[in-house]
């Protein structure tokens, strides 16, 4: 216990205090508090010993804890500083936040106030959140957890009262009604510390003892100062592991908000009898966060929260998780950049004007966009010369399903590189952040890679194809010009030995590419409309699946799309399997049956069609298996197979 620490039933009354040298307090008496508490010298009251003076002592905290009166709405400014092993990233953000459940934050590159933004904005209702950034909006049902309340991300009121995820007072409470050893102890400056132990002991390797220490300030009404979360193993070749955040309140009239924060993770030695958690290394990723121009209890309007509210440019790609939709916005008549801090995105207009005159699907066959303005990261500058064929691969180090595409493009560049194909990974970022995390990867990410922070050669390409999403690729072949762009986990391989070949046709490549292209856009509004109206107008949703499924002549990816959200997202009445078996039927001829994305769907769908059609269902399945290649999709079909063949056999 920290030095002038009393040990009482009751709390103590609090001294008189500051505002302005809160902050300096707090962190020395969190510091001297805490190598106190650690050191094992103070009485655990543990809850197997009868009433637990402990847990009585907690008790009034709690019921404090449940009357704090948060601000009812607030806007502010700062700066995130974000260390994930060797890259440091920092960040302007804006927020703001209204009554319980509406928050929203914006990010903004620090470094250049040229580059892309890095938006992330939410509604926290109960039920939907949205979430932005430069390539797409998510509105997404169900949140996570990680998208509520987490430092450094969120800035509602509510994010400083939880322990992970869960609201301070609820922790306490489930610490009070749990078993685990308790340690509560108040010192004459009113910081109220709190320590849990518990050990999970069951004979094996990973027994571990679970730490955490609580500090709070009865001033702040127990607003909590530090959290410390640490995880320690009996076993000496084990390490654990943990979390460490703290802190810094500022009293803002009638309410309090926090003016910093930290949150790092922790190394955690083994465990020792008395003794405090052993940090044994370096964090291995911090968050800090500094709050300034805060203005609490004003008038936001709710359009803010709202997807209306994220100055979306138009054109801008909406996937909608509540509605089953996935469709291009179009912003509203006069709105305008309420925030101010937006950052035009310099070389995109000229493309995107192009794009729109055009459509899309006309910049098939065309010349490729120039290289010039790339920052060289590892390998080139690569200008495009006649007779070779480039792979350009759209990627980032902050998208993950980005990451899953490095191993197949390594893969292809040294299958093809004899024959004069060039990978090249483009990310919408700075070169000095990109450098780190592809020394990393080493061999790993065997070809050329690139910075474009400015999405100068970005608009481009994916501009120019109304592509929004990220990993994406585009094939650049012998004459330069574009003629092929996918998902990089889509079989290139065939569309390259195919423009690879001596007796390739590149203009009738073309025409077939624009017409799929073509039909894709068609019918791409059609299929969200039928989802948009299920449950709404059965019989105009009846004559609206039929018409997809007879109007798709060439793409079968679109049938495909159609019939597995048929089978994975409709549910009840609503859910049409005759339509969506006729529409995966439909894109397994129209593939050849030599697609195993395309097969698993018909699959599927012959399995929900009834027991008769389960060993029809077997025979595709094991056909989508034999054409996969990645091997996360094969593990995922190889256990559908397993359901499959179980009820084949009931």
Not at 1 to 30: F, H, K, Y
Not at 79 to 91: A, D, F, G, P
Not at 373 to 398: C, D, H, K, M, R
């Amino acid at each position: 216990m920290a030095s002038g620490a009393s040990r009482s039933s009751e709390i103590e009354p609090d001294g008189n205090r500051t505002e302005d040298r809160r902050p300096l307090r707090v962190q020395r008496l969190v510091l001297l508090i805490l190598v106190a508490s650690l050191t094992g010298n103070c009485p655990i009251t543990r809850g197997e010993d009868g009433p637990a003076n402990a847990r009585d002592l907690l008790r009034p905290v709690i019921e404090a804890l449940q009357t704090i009166e948060q601000p009812h709405s607030g806007r502010g400014a700062g700066i995130v500083k974000i260390r994930e092993k060797e890259q440091h990233r920092e960040h302007r953000f804006a927020f703001r936040f209204k009554d319980e459940h509406l928050s929203r934050t914006d990010f903004f590159d620090i470094q250049d106030v040229s580059c892309a933004n890095r938006r992330l904005s939410w509604s926290m209702g109960r039920e939907v959140y949205v979430a932005s950034d430069e390539f797409e909006a998510l509105i997404q049902k169900e949140p996570a957890k990680t998208f509520h309340h987490a430092i450094g991300y969120d800035f509602h009121p509510a994010t400083f009262l939880n322990v992970r995820y869960e609201p301070l007072a609820d922790t306490l409470q489930s610490w009070v009604d749990g078993e685990a050893a308790l340690t509560v102890d108040f010192d004459d400056n009113g910081l109220v510390e709190i320590r849990f132990e518990q050990h999970e002991i069951q004979g094996r390797d990973d027994d571990h003892v679970l730490r955490q220490v609580l500090v709070l300030d009865k001033a702040t009404g127990y607003r909590p100062l530090l959290f410390l979360h640490a995880w320690s193993y009996y076993k000496w070749d084990r390490l654990g592991w943990g979390t460490e955040t703290r802190l810094s309140w500022a009293q803002r009239g009638s309410s309090w908000y926090i003016t910093d924060a930290k949150c790092e993770s922790l190394e955690v030695g083994p465990y020792i009898e008395g003794e405090p958690p052993n940090v044994t290394g370096a964090a291995q990723w911090s968050i800090r966060v500094n709050i300034h121009d805060l203005a609490l209890d004003v008038d936001i309007p709710d359009s803010e929260f709202a997807l209306e509210g994220l100055n979306l440019p138009n054109n801008h790609r909406v996937l909608d998780r509540v509605l089953n939709m996935d469709y291009r916005y179009t912003a509203p008549s006069g709105t305008g950049n309420r925030t101010g801090m937006s950052p035009k995105q310099p070389g995109s207009d000229r493309a995107i004007e192009a794009a729109k005159e055009a459509g899309p699907w006309d910049n098939f066959g065309k010349p490729a966009a120039s290289l010039d303005n790339l920052q060289w990261v590892q390998g080139g500058p690569v200008q495009f010369e006649e007779g070779s064929v480039y792979i350009i691969a759209f990627w980032s180090t902050w998208v993950s399903p980005s990451w899953a595409s490095i191993p197949r493009l390594t893969e292809l560049q040294h299958d093809y590189r004899d024959q004069g194909v060039t990978v090249i990974g483009i990310a919408p970022e700075l070169s000095d952040d990109i450098r780190p995390f592809v020394e990393a990867k080493a061999d790993a990410m065997d070809y050329i890679v690139a910075a474009d922070p400015n999405r100068a050669v970005s608009a481009g390409y994916m501009d120019a194809f109304n592509v929004a999403v990220i990993p994406h690729a585009f094939i650049v072949g012998k004459d330069g010009t574009v003629l092929w762009h996918g998902h990089p986990a889509e079989k290139m391989e065939a569309v390259l030995e195919e423009i690879l070949a001596t007796d390739f046709d590149a203009a009738a490549y073309v025409r077939a590419r624009t017409s799929e292209a073509r039909e894709w856009a068609r019918l791409e509004e059609q299929v969200n409309k039928y989802f948009a109206l299920l449950g709404k107008d059965s019989h105009r949703v009846k004559q609206l699946g039929q018409q997809i499924v007879t109007d798709v002549h060439v793409s079968a990816r679109i049938l495909n799309l159609f019939a597995w959200r048929i089978l994975t997202g409709v549910h009840g009445e609503n859910q049409d399997l005759e339509l969506a078996q006729r529409a995966a039927a439909r894109a397994v001829e129209l593939s050849g049956a030599e697609d195993g994305a395309i097969l698993d769907t018909y699959a599927l769908a012959l399995y929900l069609m009834g027991k008769k059609y389960v060993s029809e269902a077997v025979t595709y399945q094991q056909r989508a298996i034999d054409l996969t290649e990645n091997d996360q999709m094969r593990e995922t079909m190889e256990a559908t197979l397993e359901r499959y063949q179980s009820a084949s056999l009931d």
